[in-house]
């Protein structure tokens, strides 16, 4: 709810001054139980970042995202292009869930769990109070001539930067080819691996350039996701909210009778990494963050008042008391995402080991052979999903026909080996009744199936 009306603060970016230039951030760290949360949560996340690399699971690392090969693992199970369809509703049921997700909770991810709000307030932010002072140090030293006490202080800071993006980039590379793969790269001569190092090079300036200069306009101008948040938020969305029935009118020293409990201190500004005043309502700027609770709760503390003037509630909470409800809209993208999630609990389930397509040889007609049987030839491309070397061949479920593999038979396929075959279907005439036949044959393992396909037959008759 924004003062006596004033709607001004929509007109300009939080980040953008008045005279159109950018409006350095100087946060204040904020101290309170919700920054405290966060940062044992950043230990975790940094520890699980750093650790999910090096875990494997049945030989494969526990998640992949190699998209140069398009090979992807999610815990240590190899997905390849042929899943197109466990992707196409996985990606369906990310995309449900993000909205459901935010219609309940806001920007709670964004806040608490996104990589680049834990970086930047949980790593860089940090070190830079520790290097520089805290913000309205770091804000009075900028605005004066630089000292070489600063100087030093700026070039470390940066040169600090430089490593951990260094470092970040390595980790972030290794979730792409792998550990073994960085290790090559780190180990072997650069001239071996020149995509690799310019990648690394690059993920480093980029990682340096986002933490050091662009920060929050990552989150209030370049994420996707911040801009979706105006469409998919409602009144009983829970955000974080300044209670301005309590609040208002605010009041610096408690001059007006019958004041509110806003002191007007603007604490919960000077915390705010994307320096807007939540007091102005929900904006798009706000990452949830709670470092203005915080700062609220430790200012209501320090003047004797109630805390929660800022906190966890919906607009409908806020303006009636009321508590949350599940309102139809998301009780329906409920609905819809566990009908998604039950299907691809199925096709993951049911997922074979190995993915083949068996096609007639393009431009080979029917064939007829000394043993008086007539003959098709056919392709088979068949890929182990698997990260084993395991037995393979092909049976025929009809008697009647015969296959005959061409060349040196596959006996067996590497893990994530995708090899392929030609091998006729030889069929005695009087077998055949009709022009266009389909066989079944079937994927062995062993003497286990692992999966039956179709192969169609063309005739003359
Ligand atoms: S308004 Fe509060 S919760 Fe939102 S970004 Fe600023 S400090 Fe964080
Ligand atoms: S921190 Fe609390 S009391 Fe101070 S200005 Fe913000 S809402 Fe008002």
């Known amino acids: 709810m924004s003062e006596q009306g004033n709607e001004e603060f929509r007109n300009r970016h939080s980040t953008i001054n008045k005279e159109g230039k950018r409006n350095w951030i100087y946060a204040l760290q904020p101290k309170g139980k919700f920054y405290q949360y966060r940062t044992w949560l950043s230990y975790f996340y940094l520890l699980l970042f750093v650790s999910l690399p090096f875990i494997k699971i049945n030989g494969n690392p526990s998640f992949l995202f190699n998209f ?217 700027e706000c990452i949830n963050c709670t470092a203005c609770i915080d700062a609220c709760n430790m200012m209501m503390n320090k003047v004797g008042g109630e805390p929660d003037l800022i906190t966890f509630a919906s607009e409908n909470n806020i303006a009636s008391g009321k508590k949350f409800e599940f309102t139809y809209r998301i009780k329906s993208y409920t609905v819809v995402l566990g009908i998604l999630l039950v299907l691809l609990s199925i096709l993951i389930l049911t997922r074979t080991t190995f993915d083949a397509t068996i096609l007639r040889v393009p431009g080979q007609t029917i064939q007829e052979n000394n043993d008086g049987t007539i003959s098709n030839l056919y392709r088979i491309k068949v890929t182990n999903k698997s990260n084993q070397t395991l037995a393979y061949h092909i049976v025929a479920s009809d008697p009647t026909i015969k296959i005959e593999r061409i060349g040196l038979p596959l006996d067996s396929l590497k893990g994530r080996q995708l090899a392929e075959e030609t091998f006729f279907i030889k069929v005695k005439p009087s077998d055949v009744h009709q022009r266009k036949i389909k066989y079944e044959i079937k994927l062995m393992s062993g003497e286990k199936i692992i999966d039956t396909k179709q192969a169609i037959f063309i005739s003359e008759f």
């Open 68 to 284: 140069p090969e398009g090979e992807f693992i999610f815990f240590g199970s190899l997905f390849t292009p042929q899943d197109f369809v466990i992707f196409g509703i996985g990606m369906l049921i990310a995309i449900l869930f993000v909205i459901i997700f935010t219609l309940i909770y806001g920007r709670f991810f964004c806040g608490w769990i996104c990589p680049q709000t834990i970086f930047m307030e949980m790593v860089f932010r940090k070190l830079e109070y520790l290097i520089e002072g805290d913000g309205n140090k770091q804000k009075l030293n900028n605005s004066k001539d630089w000292t070489t006490d600063l100087y030093i202080r700026k070039f470390i800071k940066h040169i600090i930067f430089l490593i951990l993006s260094f470092i970040i980039s390595n980790i972030f590379l290794s979730y792409i080819i792998g550990i073994e793969g960085l290790i090559k790269i780190v180990k072997e001569p650069i001239s071996d691996h020149i995509v690799g190092f310019i990648a690394i090079l690059f993920f480093t300036m980029l990682f340096y350039a986002v933490y050091a200069f662009v920060r929050e306009i990552v989150c209030t101008v370049v994420c996707p996701y911040g801009r979706l948040q105006g469409v998919l938020l409602d009144k009983n969305t829970i955000i974080v909210a300044y209670n301005y029935l309590r609040g208002e009118p605010r009041n610096k020293k408690k001059l007006i009778e019958k004041s509110g409990d806003c002191i007007d201190c603007g604490m919960c500004v000077n915390v705010c990494p994307t320096n807007i005043d939540i007091r102005n309502g929900t904006q798009l």
